[in-house]
């Protein structure tokens, strides 16, 4: 079974490509023979290449969001804008097409809805289309697509397109069909699952440091809370792709004098570590295709205070398995709620959250249910 696989995202840290990662090293034990399709600007090669994943590098379109329109700047560029990203489409669409030819793929995947390369490709090759929907597009990125709403939900009911949901909630907001999937990101293997009570006496933020991502809420948030607490520390772990945004963030703590309980990490390699010992993930994003970090959280026996919406909402309310809020001083009530309960009352939740993920978000079972999938559409068709 040849799949090509079609990556736009840049960075190994963005959620889409290590789901796709986990994916691929998933299928290695199926009648999968991958390539995947890498952006010039990727730094994702070392990671494939570690685990002996073929690649090809290629011009690929990042997006099919507009050129943003915000000022007047913006304005005067748009239409320039919007030609190179037509340029570069098309040559993305040359380079694809030649692998296509030479690697005869039975199945193009694309790793997110707003890549459109594959699905121009698969229509021209008549070749079946999976869709991978991680992301809620105009809500999740406060962006314009190139395309209408109505017109992407048409082109995913094509009878050619696959579309795979990673939530129930996204399912249903495109409104997808009896030929279409749920099946949950694959975030570590079963046999991963850890859990101490030995907490120490910090909340956690993982994810990128973005108004989207509730980072701005969650400081007010905590600042609030520090009112009635002298002790607790805000640990942030994770990069920003705007200056200017981070360094309001850090304004706004110095300015409540909080540099010694609010920390912001960058990048970390051992956020596992920095979840299991944390008395609390908290999770504010507004929007969250699935809840990345909510899952891992749950699998290093770690309690998630999250917003009451989206990817996030679906996963806690399964089974209980975390505190919901909806607004900032929700969230300021609960980490408060957190610390004068103490984990042991928050136990049970905390062990519940984490069978659910061994048994709806390991390596294994996601890899197992897209390969029966793919057999599906083959067999079918």
């Not at 910090?202 to 509730?214: A, C, D, H, P, S």
Request: charged fraction near 25%.
């Amino acid at each position: 079974m040849k799949v090509l696989y079609i990556l736009p995202s840049y960075s190994i840290y963005s959620g889409d490509n290590l789901s796709i990662l986990n994916l691929l090293i998933g299928l290695s034990q199926f009648n999968v023979e991958p390539l995947v399709v890498v952006s010039k600007k990727a730094t994702f090669f070392s990671e494939l290449e570690k685990f002996n994943i073929p690649y090809k590098v290629v011009l690929n379109d990042p997006t099919a969001y507009s050129p943003p329109c915000n000022n007047l700047k913006d304005s005067i560029l748009f239409l320039w804008r919007l030609v190179k990203y037509s340029h570069r489409f098309r040559n993305s669409i040359k380079e694809i097409s030649s692998i296509v030819k030479e690697f005869k793929p039975q199945i193009i995947h694309s790793n997110t809805g707003p890549t459109m390369s594959g699905y121009k490709i698969s229509r021209k090759y008549k070749i079946h289309h999976v869709w991978h929907i991680r992301e809620y597009l105009d809500l999740d990125f406060q962006s314009r697509l190139l395309f209408s709403s109505k017109e992407h939900r048409r082109r995913l009911s094509e009878r050619n397109n696959y579309a795979i949901a990673i939530t129930k909630d996204l399912f249903h907001y495109y409104n997808l069909s009896a030929k279409d999937r749920v099946i949950y990101n694959g975030i570590l293997k079963a046999g991963f699952a850890r859990l101490t009570l030995n907490k120490k006496k910090y909340f956690l933020f993982v994810g990128r440091l973005t108004e989207k991502k509730g980072a701005g809420q969650l400081i007010k948030a905590f600042i609030k809370f520090t009112e009635n607490d002298s002790d607790f520390q805000l640990l942030l772990a994770g990069g920003s792709v705007d200056q200017g945004y981070l360094d309001l963030l850090k304004e706004d703590v110095k300015q409540n004098k909080l540099e010694n309980r609010v920390f912001f990490l960058g990048e970390r390699n051992d956020v596992h570590d920095l979840m299991l010992f944390a008395t609390a993930l908290i999770v504010p994003s507004a929007f969250e295709g699935f809840g990345r970090i909510t899952a891992e959280a749950m699998f290093n026996g770690c309690l998630v205070i999250g917003n009451n919406s989206g990817g996030t909402k679906e996963i806690l309310k399964e089974n209980n398995a975390g505190v919901l809020y909806s607004s900032q001083e929700e969230l300021t009530s609960a980490m408060h709620a957190v610390i004068k309960n103490g984990i042991d009352y928050y136990y049970p939740i905390i062990k519940k959250a984490q069978e659910q993920a061994v048994s709806l978000y390991s390596q294994e079972r996601n890899a197992s249910e897209v390969y029966k999938y793919y057999t599906e559409i083959l067999r079918n068709n």
